[in-house]
C-alpha cells in the first residue's frame, strides 16, 4: 500500500496504523488457514464473540476478508441458549423450557422491531439433543454441539437427518487448526472458532517513507 501526505502527519500516525493493520491482518491471515482447511466439505467457518474489547467490528471484518463468517456481533442480533442458561433444567423439562424462550425471544424480537438471525441451542450430550429432536426442535434454527468428538459429531449429524427437521448443526470448542479438517469431514455445517480472533499473531509490517 502506498500513503501520500505531509511527512509529520504520516510519522504522527505511522505506529498506530502499524499496530491495528498487524493486528487485523494476523486474524485475517490465520482466518484463511482454517477456511483452506476444511475446503471441499459443506462447513464454513464461523467466528465467536471472542474479540479484542473495543475492536469486535474491526476483528469480526477481518474475519470475513479471511473467508470466515460473522456468528453474531452481540446479544442484540441474534440468541443463543448457552449451557449456563440451562444448567440445572432437568432433561425432562428441557424441551418445553427451551421451545419457552425460542418463543419469547422471537416475541420480544417483533414487540421491538429488531431482526433476530437466529435462536441457537448449545448442547454438551446427545441425549440433550435427541430430547429437543423429539419435540420436533422446540423453534431452534441451530444447534451447538460443544466440545463433542468426531464421532459423536457424526452420530448427531446422523439423528438430526433422520429427523427431517432443517436444524443446522455447529461444532464448537477447541477447535484447532490441527483439527478442524476432522470436525468438517462430519458433516456438520458450522464450525465456529474462538482461536481465529484470540489466537492470532500479528503480521510483521513494515512502514517505509521513500526520500523522492
Not at 177 to 187: H, R, W
Not at 191 to 208: P, Q
Amino acid at each position: 500500500a502506498e500513503v501520500a501526505g505531509s511527512a509529520r502527519s504520516i510519522l504522527a500516525m505511522e505506529r498506530t496504523a502499524l499496530n491495528f493493520l498487524q493486528r487485523l491482518s494476523g486474524v485475517a491471515t490465520l482466518t484463511a488457514r482454517f477456511v483452506e482447511a476444511v475446503a471441499g466439505t459443506r462447513a464454513r467457518i464461523y467466528d465467536t464473540r471472542k474479540t479484542t474489547p473495543g475492536w469486535r467490528v474491526l476483528e469480526k471484518y477481518a474475519v470475513r476478508c479471511g473467508g470466515a463468517m460473522c456468528h453474531r456481533v452481540g446479544l442484540f442480533d441474534a440468541v443463543l441458549l448457552k449451557d449456563n442458561h440451562i444448567t440445572g433444567v432437568p432433561l425432562s423439562d428441557l424441551a418445553r423450557f427451551v421451545a419457552a424462550a425460542a418463543a419469547r425471544a422471537r416475541a420480544l424480537s417483533s414487540q421491538e422491531r429488531r431482526p433476530l438471525s437466529f435462536v441457537e441451542l448449545e448442547v454438551d450430550s446427545l441425549e440433550q439433543f435427541e430430547c429437543i429432536l423429539a419435540a420436533g426442535g422446540c423453534g431452534v434454527d441451530i444447534v451447538l454441539l460443544d466440545n463433542m468428538t468426531p464421532e459423536l459429531l457424526r452420530r448427531a449429524v446422523d439423528l438430526r437427518d433422520r429427523s427431517n427437521l432443517g436444524i443446522l448443526l455447529e461444532a464448537s470448542g477447541g477447535v484447532r487448526l490441527e483439527t478442524v479438517a476432522a470436525i468438517a469431514a462430519t458433516g456438520v455445517e458450522r464450525i465456529s472458532a474462538g482461536a481465529i480472533t484470540h489466537h492470532a499473531v500479528a503480521v510483521d509490517l513494515a512502514f517505509d517513507i521513500d526520500p523522492e
